[in-house]
């Protein structure tokens, strides 16, 4: 028996025909299989073969859709389904978890069935791939394809009728038995990247490309990363270590990710840089939500200069090491709330190149500041001289005069932050210039060697602004991080003489 799968150009199917591939692959069965760009072919002696390897596929690999917990009060081991898996379960069997989806209770008489009607061909239209098929083993359901919803907010394809838009849920009838396979085995995935938030929702990452080959290879390349066996999160700490990492949100996950697959994983050619993003909310109603990722080469390049020179994880030792530590604290001095928030945006602004995003996270804030140690202060100047200064072309002296500026603005705003605000709001040119005219005038009343900071430096950034007008609001930026950095040095209590 023969089955042909051309690509979908669908980050769901797509992955989901990688996913079969690899689960064949894997198995070690002797089945003639063949993975090229845009299609995959599985051909098999008969219909009996395939169907015994699915089968036993099935029940070898059910354990990636569950996690084993132990009770704390019997000591019974049971099967807890995975937050973020769109299958419905029933009653749990002596521990174990009850699918309701035949083909995980009933693998080898579901997979005979489907196979039988895989092979006839008849006229419906499958909505999801275009093929022609006789009859559906079962309607499209979000268990096989999660961007149909119950509710009118639609995600993913529509088809046309008479004109008109209209979502999957008119087509329900419309999905072949092909798809449903490949739709309900791709929960078997265990290089699907997650992050789960108990009571509130997952992420999960789908990588994308528009062949196949590299997909496998990219899937292939970072598997090792990956722990299928936790709950709230797959990305392993070490990639010797069960333990896995507790990433504030999905851009710090997706981040987290990045850093070890450049520093860990010995890869050759193929990087994925885009992703699908699947937001799955706790309750009995999933209101999928979905975006897309895309990393620019410049990104990608940034994060390889960084992390293979410096031997640094961004992530790991950057971000996670900065905190917001609150003004005269009555009990704990971080506000891990704040902090979890701040290393998010962090996350998504390095990741979307968005510098200004970046900075202003970095502003000291109503009841507190940023704050981080001297080796993390070490490594956002490295990532700023690699993923800002070196494109510039700005120099060790021009550097310096713009973190000696900072140091100025920190002084003269430690009992009143509004011209640090003034900064970062600056929208022309002419607003940065109004604000380096009272910057000056600020330092008139400044004690200079109490203060140690060097007034000249203000000179040198003024001449050094007029020969770069354009990158104003990049300077401008700078500026902010380094106020922000010598502002958070002070209020602590260690003095920086610039």
């Given at each position: 028996m023969e089955i042909k799968i051309p690509i979908y150009n669908d980050v769901w199917m797509d992955n989901a025909v990688e996913n079969l591939y690899r689960l064949i692959e894997d198995s070690e069965e002797e089945i003639d299989l063949n993975l090229d760009e845009s299609e995959l072919i599985v051909n098999s002696k008969n219909k009996d073969e395939l169907k015994r390897i699915l089968s036993s596929i099935i029940q070898n690999s059910r354990n990636n859709l569950v996690i084993k917990h132990k009770d704390k009060k019997t000591g019974e081991i049971k099967e807890i389904k995975k937050d973020f898996v769109l299958i419905q379960e029933g009653k749990k069997i002596d521990g174990?978890?009850?699918?309701?989806?035949?083909?995980?209770?009933?693998?080898?008489?579901?997979?005979?069935?489907?196979?039988?009607?895989?092979?006839?061909?008849?006229?419906?239209?499958?909505?999801?791939?275009?093929?022609?098929?006789?009859?559906?083993?079962?309607?499209?359901?979000?268990?096989?394809?999660?961007?149909?919803?119950?509710?009118?907010?639609?995600?993913?394809?529509?088809?046309?009728?008479?004109?008109?838009?209209?979502?999957?849920?008119?087509?329900?009838?419309?999905?072949?038995?092909?798809?449903?396979?490949?739709?309900?085995?791709?929960?078997?995935?265990?290089?699907?990247?997650?992050?789960?938030?108990?009571?509130?929702?997952?992420?999960?990452?789908?990588?994308?490309?528009?062949?196949?080959?590299?997909?496998?290879?990219?899937?292939?390349?970072?598997?090792?990363?990956?722990?299928?066996?936790?709950?709230?999160?797959?990305?392993?700490?070490?990639?010797?270590?069960?333990?896995?990492?507790?990433?504030?949100?999905?851009?710090?996950?997706?981040?987290?990710?990045?850093?070890?697959?450049?520093?860990?994983?010995?890869?050759?050619?193929?990087?994925?840089?885009?992703?699908?993003?699947?937001?799955?909310?706790?309750?009995?109603?999933?209101?999928?939500?979905?975006?897309?990722?895309?990393?620019?080469?410049?990104?990608?390049?940034?994060?390889?200069?960084?992390?293979?020179?410096?031997?640094?994880?961004?992530?790991?030792?950057?971000?996670?090491?900065?905190?917001?530590?609150?003004?005269?604290?009555?009990?704990?001095?971080?506000?891990?709330?704040?902090?979890?928030?701040?290393?998010?945006?962090?996350?998504?602004?390095?990741?979307?190149?968005?510098?200004?995003?970046?900075?202003?996270?970095?502003?000291?804030?109503?009841?507190?500041?940023?704050?981080?140690?001297?080796?993390?202060?070490?490594?956002?100047e490295n990532l700023i001289y690699v993923w800002r200064l070196k494109k510039m072309g700005i120099s060790k002296e021009d550097l310096g005069s713009i973190k000696s500026v900072g140091n100025i603005i920190a002084k003269v705003s430690k009992n009143n932050l509004s011209l640090l605000y003034k900064l970062d709001k600056t929208r022309t040119i002419e607003d940065f210039w109004s604000v380096l005219r009272e910057i000056s005038r600020k330092l008139i009343g400044l004690d200079i060697k109490k203060a140690k900071v060097r007034p000249m430096a203000l000179d040198e950034l003024i001449q050094l602004l007029k020969d770069n007008e354009k990158e104003w609001e990049e300077i401008r930026d700078l500026l902010v991080v380094y106020s922000s950095m010598y502002y958070a040095i002070g209020s602590r209590g260690g003095e920086k003489n610039e």
């Amino acid at each position: 028996m023969e089955i042909k799968i051309p690509i979908y150009n669908d980050v769901w199917m797509d992955n989901a025909v990688e996913n079969l591939y690899r689960l064949i692959e894997d198995s070690e069965e002797e089945i003639d299989l063949n993975l090229d760009e845009s299609e995959l072919i599985v051909n098999s002696k008969n219909k009996d073969e395939l169907k015994r390897i699915l089968s036993s596929i099935i029940q070898n690999s059910r354990n990636n859709l569950v996690i084993k917990h132990k009770d704390k009060k019997t000591g019974e081991i049971k099967e807890i389904k995975k937050d973020f898996v769109l299958i419905q379960e029933g009653k749990k069997i002596d521990g174990i978890v009850a699918f309701k989806e035949n083909i995980y209770s009933d693998p080898e008489n579901s997979a005979d069935e489907i196979l039988n009607l895989i092979e006839k061909d008849g006229k419906k239209t499958c909505v999801v791939c275009g093929k022609t098929f006789s009859k559906p083993y079962k309607k499209l359901q979000q268990a096989t394809y999660p961007f149909v919803t119950k509710i009118k907010s639609f995600s993913g394809v529509r088809t046309y009728k008479d004109g008109d838009f209209l979502a999957f849920k008119d087509y329900h009838d419309n999905f072949c038995p092909k798809c449903y396979l490949l739709g309900i085995l791709e929960w078997l995935d265990n290089r699907i990247i997650y992050r789960t938030f108990p009571g509130d929702k997952s992420f999960l990452f789908l990588p994308y490309f528009n062949n196949f080959e590299d997909l496998a290879e990219f899937k292939e390349e970072y598997g090792p990363l990956l722990n299928k066996s936790e709950r709230y999160s797959n990305i392993r700490v070490n990639i010797d270590d069960d333990k896995t990492e507790g990433t504030p949100g999905k851009f710090s996950t997706l981040l987290c990710f990045y850093e070890k697959f450049l520093l860990d994983i010995e890869y050759e050619n193929v990087i994925g840089s885009d992703w699908a993003v699947m937001e799955v909310p706790f309750g009995s109603v999933k209101n999928i939500k979905f975006r897309t990722l895309n990393l620019t080469d410049s990104t990608l390049g940034v994060m390889k200069e960084f992390i293979g020179e410096n031997e640094i994880r961004i992530y790991t030792e950057l971000i996670k090491e900065i905190y917001f530590f609150i003004d005269n604290p009555k009990g704990a001095p971080v506000d891990w709330d704040l902090t979890r928030k701040i290393r998010e945006k962090l996350s998504e602004s390095f990741l979307m190149n968005d510098f200004r995003g970046f900075a202003r996270m970095l502003l000291p804030r109503k009841g507190g500041k940023v704050g981080y140690s001297l080796e993390t202060r070490e490594n956002l100047e490295n990532l700023i001289y690699v993923w800002r200064l070196k494109k510039m072309g700005i120099s060790k002296e021009d550097l310096g005069s713009i973190k000696s500026v900072g140091n100025i603005i920190a002084k003269v705003s430690k009992n009143n932050l509004s011209l640090l605000y003034k900064l970062d709001k600056t929208r022309t040119i002419e607003d940065f210039w109004s604000v380096l005219r009272e910057i000056s005038r600020k330092l008139i009343g400044l004690d200079i060697k109490k203060a140690k900071v060097r007034p000249m430096a203000l000179d040198e950034l003024i001449q050094l602004l007029k020969d770069n007008e354009k990158e104003w609001e990049e300077i401008r930026d700078l500026l902010v991080v380094y106020s922000s950095m010598y502002y958070a040095i002070g209020s602590r209590g260690g003095e920086k003489n610039e």
